[in-house]
């Protein structure tokens, strides 16, 4: 898992979601599980 403070290029992937948990932001992708980042 990445951590970055720029999300916008992980979200405009193809099958991506952000998700908000404990105050922290996440990117989670179903198709290419490796795909995944946290801000905060």
Do not use: E, P, Y
Not at 6 to 13: A, I, M
Not at 16 to 28: A, H, M, N
Request: no cysteine; aromatic share 2%.
């Amino acid at each position: 898992m990445k951590v970055r403070n720029s999300l916008r290029g992980l979200k405009n992937k193809m099958n991506s979601i952000v998700v908000r948990r404990r105050g922290r932001t996440f990117v989670i992708n179903k198709s290419d599980r490796r795909q995944k980042a946290r801000q905060g």
